[in-house]
């Protein structure tokens, strides 16, 4: 696949223009939210619509063309984009970490070709974990053919793939190393599939992608970092990534919770009040609900200063580990907040709350799946680890 000739939507991005546009751009999204991840309508066109609003952009910098912002600002467009869908923003987790991958270890050439494809509204997509094995071992094999290579395997997880433009991808070389590598997503031998069956996150393609005899070219060889050698601030921002998708839903669920008490639901029968929005326990549910939505928003934003500080600090004076660590405590109180406030939406109606046109178990469902990626209980016992003696976090990809 080549460049796209498409031209940029605006010169001299900035982080208010990108904020602005995104307003649109999700009330758009916002539409059928429901509705798509009932019926399990991929939301292709949805994404489409943010990658060409150069909405994946806002952390590359000015000099190539973007918005140069904080890890703050994505995180903050995160949160609003999974407040109305967080199957999309699930999605695009493999393209906002390949941009940050870019930023601490991408050659120039490297960025100028890859910032400007996102800036003219390419995705990137991921074929992730395997299948079988003990966790993390992979088992594709990418061999030496002339000049190129040639790659064999299935992957699970693929987050985003169907969406994408280009699939990211490792292999064992034949030396038995972990290879990095990137194809166009239309390259003969790439088939992905529709088949992940998880009960939440039903839209995020992360399915199975198979790879049979794929070609890779020398220049779509990336190099790999490893996680047990250095911990990189990637890791903390791809962990909070999934608090953000976390919080949003916590927002979601408060919104769609005040619909249904405006528009839906009465009160139960011996209560005092003649609308339910007037009922006091009603209202005590939505509070509780709005106040667990505030304090995982919070938390995310907070652990996002943490990102921002270590950069601003090249990385030294422990920067990363304390952003480790902020990021796991912003993942516990996010995942419970958010867990129970999806709870709590069945609380300010009867079984009409329950109807499947309402969908509220949708909030539950895709908090949870999106929690299961790393146990929060884990998070905890680290985070203790850290007070306690200050042990340093894992270096296993999950902190």
């Not at 949160?79 to 493999?94: C, E, G, K």
């Not at 608090?243 to 927002?251: K, P, Q, S």
């Amino acid at each position: 696949m080549g460049i796209s000739t498409q031209p940029k939507l605006a010169d001299g991005l900035t982080v208010d223009i990108l904020h602005a546009r995104a307003q649109r751009v999700l009330a758009s999204i916002a539409q059928g939210a429901a509705d798509r991840e009932r019926e399990r309508r991929l939301p292709y066109e949805q994404i489409k619509q943010l990658a060409s609003a150069q909405l994946l952009t806002f952390r590359i910098p000015k000099k190539y063309g973007g918005a140069g912002g904080r890890v703050q600002d994505v995180i903050r467009f995160l949160i609003d984009l999974a407040s109305v869908d967080s199957n999309t923003a699930q999605a695009l987790r493999p393209a906002f970490a390949f941009i940050e991958d870019l930023l601490i270890d991408g050659s120039e050439a490297e960025k100028d070709l890859w910032f400007q494809r996102f800036l003219a509204g390419e995705v990137v997509g991921n074929a992730g974990w395997e299948v079988g094995g003990a966790n993390g071992a992979i088992a594709t094999r990418l061999k030496r053919d002339g000049n190129s290579f040639r790659v064999n395997g299935s992957k699970y997880y693929s987050t985003g793939g169907l969406y994408a433009d280009w699939i990211a991808a490792v292999a064992l070389d034949e030396n038995d190393q972990p290879t990095s590598f990137i194809v166009p997503r239309e390259r003969e031998g790439l088939i992905l599939q529709d088949d992940f069956d998880a009960m939440g996150q039903r839209l995020t393609a992360s399915g199975t992608t198979t790879l049979h005899n794929v070609v890779v070219y020398q220049n779509e060889i990336r190099r790999r970092h490893s996680e047990t050698a250095e911990r990189t601030i990637i890791t903390p921002f791809f962990q909070l990534y999934l608090g953000a998708v976390e919080a949003g839903i916590a927002l979601n669920v408060l919104k769609d919770a005040v619909y249904l008490v405006k528009n839906h639901v009465r009160p139960i029968k011996h209560s005092s009040a003649e609308k339910s929005a007037d009922d006091p326990y009603v209202r005590h549910t939505v509070g509780e609900i709005a106040a667990r939505a505030y304090a995982a928003e919070a938390v995310v934003i907070r652990a996002a200063t943490s990102i921002d500080h270590a950069w601003e600090n090249n990385f030294q004076n422990g920067t990363v580990n304390q952003a480790a660590i902020e990021v796991a405590k912003a993942q516990f109180v996010a995942i419970e907040n958010t867990l129970k406030a999806a709870e709590l939406a069945f609380d300010v109606g009867g079984a009409s709350a329950t109807a499947r046109k309402h969908n509220l178990d949708r909030h539950w469902r895709n908090a949870r799946t999106v929690a299961n990626h790393n146990p929060r209980d884990w998070k905890a016992a680290v985070v203790g680890a850290w007070e306690i003696s200050g042990e340093e976090p894992p270096r296993s990809g999950l902190f």
